[in-house]
Each structure stands twice: as C-alpha cells, then as structure tokens.
C-alpha cells in the first residue's frame, strides 16, 4: 500500500514538473510576441499619417508574428549573424557567371524578347534603356518570374523594423508596405518577398515601389508582381532616376593581366580607360573603346 501510495505522488509531481517546464518554455516567446504585438500597434500614427486607413491597418497586422529566423537581427542572447553575403559580392566571376546558368537564362530571355517585343520597344523609347538590360535584370532577379519569393513581405519589414540592424529604414518600408496592400495593388499572398523585403518581378522594396513605379500596361495600377510591363518599367524608371545615360557604354569585359591586383575588382575602384589600358587590361573580342577619356572607368572584376 505504502508502495502504491509514493508511485502515485510521484507520478503527480512528474507530472506538475513536466507542465511547469512547458509552461517555463514558452512564456518567453507568449512575453517577445506580445512585446512586438505592442510595438506593431505603436506605428498605427505614422500609418495613417502616410496614409494607410484603420480598416488596412487592423486586417494586415491581426495575427502577425515576427520571424525570428531571418538573417541580419539584433536578439538578446544569440550571436550576430548579419547579412547574407550578397553572391556577385563574394564570389568570383566565375562561379557568379556560370556559362550554363547565363545560356539557360539567355535562352528563356530570346523567347521573352519575342513575347514582349511590343512593350519592351516602347520602354526603351521612352526611358532610354536598352530592353536586354532589362531583361538581365529580370532574369537575375526572380528567373524571370519563374523563382517564387520566400517570404510574407509584410512579417518581414515588421520584423526587421522591430529587431534588425536597420529599424528606421525598415520601419518606413513596413509603413510603406500596409499603403500598396490598402491601395489594392497586390493580395497579401502574392506579396512575396526575400528575406530583406524586395518584392516583384525585378525585386523592389516598398520605398523604391512608390519612387520608381510605373503603370506601363495602362490598367491604373503599378503591378511589379504580374504585370510584365510594369515591372520591366518599373526597372527602367529606377535606373534612370539613380543616373542611367542612355548611349553611354556602363562596362566593357576585359581580359587582365597576369600579375593583376584583385582587390581592385570593388565597384569603388575607378580609373580613367587610359589607365586601364597602360596597366595591361585588354578588351575581349577585338572590342573598341567608345571614349579614351571616359571618367567611370572599366570594371576590373574580370580579374
């Protein structure tokens, strides 16, 4: 009987123990969530200042929860990863270029070249960029549409504004983020992102949606995530509004010399063409140099 009697106290204590170690697990993260639920709440002024209504506000922000496995987060308690390591940063051209990887993109980009000649014309006409950039551009970015985004754009800005390396600028960007959804211009689902908070065909943030937007197609509406001609507008637009000249050759592929320095191969690094050239860098593929006195300079990343 004595021996019935303690198996069954210690059954209850195992029990009481093992609900106070689920409790004790989960209380942190009930306590973090409901600190960022507040802290989501608080920016409800600047939303409506920018012009977001309580309507888009409340349905978007029911129920988000941060994403606490996203890169470049400052928390309490675990190490600093930072920023994912941008490939054409880190790698050399080789890897970042891969033969097979640039043929299988040309080859798609030729087919869409011929699908979209008709708007690709006219946004050249009228931005100045020539339509294989643009094309370049969608093809990296997303596989010309093909690569589906990771992420929920909305938890991503909230959670980089609420515990990232950049809260004021992501604070903006989740502002900015709630007024496309109100303004109707994507469905929350289809408002896909990385894990920084570009979304789109050709990867914008919210801030460089309403800077660089363009409804190409004529609908009454910017859709950088369905609208081909807006998107590809839209890239356009941006390029010309950071200092895209039309007519001026952006780069030329060079063949370096052996005893080359690679650390010069940063975009930082800029040298009249003259230099380049007495310093042994030779043009591929008998190419001729357009300007001798060109001030940008040839990119030395073919080292």
């Known amino acids: 009987m004595q021996y019935i009697t303690f198996v069954g106290t210690l059954n209850r204590i195992l029990r009481a123990l093992s609900v106070t170690v689920v409790i004790v697990g989960?209380?942190?993260a009930r306590a973090a969530d409901a600190a960022f639920t507040q802290f989501?709440?608080?920016?409800?002024?600047?939303a409506q200042a920018a012009g977001v209504s309580r309507a888009t506000f409340d349905t978007e922000t029911r129920g988000l929860e941060p994403?606490?496995?996203l890169p470049d987060l400052i928390l309490p308690g675990r190490p600093a990863t930072?920023?994912?390591s941008q490939a054409e940063f880190v790698q050399v051209p080789a890897d970042y270029v891969k033969e097979a990887g640039i043929i299988r993109l040309a080859a798609e980009g030729q087919r869409l070249m011929a699908k979209h000649s008709a708007?690709?014309?006219?946004?050249?006409?009228?931005?100045?960029?020539?339509?294989?950039?643009?094309?370049?551009?969608?093809?990296?970015?997303?596989?010309?549409?093909r690569y589906t985004l990771p992420d929920d754009t909305l938890r991503v800005v909230a959670t980089q504004a609420y515990v990232g390396r950049r809260k004021d600028q992501y604070r903006t960007e989740f502002i900015l983020a709630l007024k496309i959804l109100g303004e109707g211009a994507v469905a929350r689902k289809d408002m896909r992102s990385s894990w920084a908070g570009a979304t789109g065909l050709t990867q914008f943030l919210p801030s460089e949606y309403y800077k660089h937007g363009v409804d190409f197609d004529g609908d009454g509406r910017v859709d950088i995530w369905n609208?081909?001609?807006?998107?590809?507008?839209s890239a356009a637009q941006q390029l010309v509004n950071?200092?895209?000249?039309?007519?001026?050759?952006?780069?030329y592929e060079v063949r370096a010399p052996a005893n080359v320095d690679c650390t010069m191969g940063v975009p930082e690094v800029t040298k009249p063409i003259g230099e380049w050239l007495r310093a042994g860098f030779v043009p591929?593929?008998?190419?001729?140099?357009?300007?001798?006195?060109?001030?940008s300079g040839i990119s030395a990343t073919a080292c």
Do not use: N
């Open 227 to 233: 609208s081909v001609p807006d998107a590809l507008a």
């Open 40 to 46: 989501i709440a608080s920016l409800w002024p600047e």
């Open 242 to 251: 950071k200092g895209w000249q039309p007519g001026l050759r952006w780069a």
């Open 119 to 145: 708007a690709l014309t006219a946004i050249e006409a009228r931005f100045g960029v020539p339509a294989t950039i643009m094309l370049a551009i969608w093809g990296r970015e997303t596989d010309y549409g």
């Open 284 to 295: 591929v593929r008998g190419q001729k140099l357009i300007s001798m006195c060109c001030s």
């Open 26 to 28: 989960v209380t942190p």
């Open 67 to 69: 994403d606490y496995k």
């Open 82 to 84: 930072g920023a994912p």
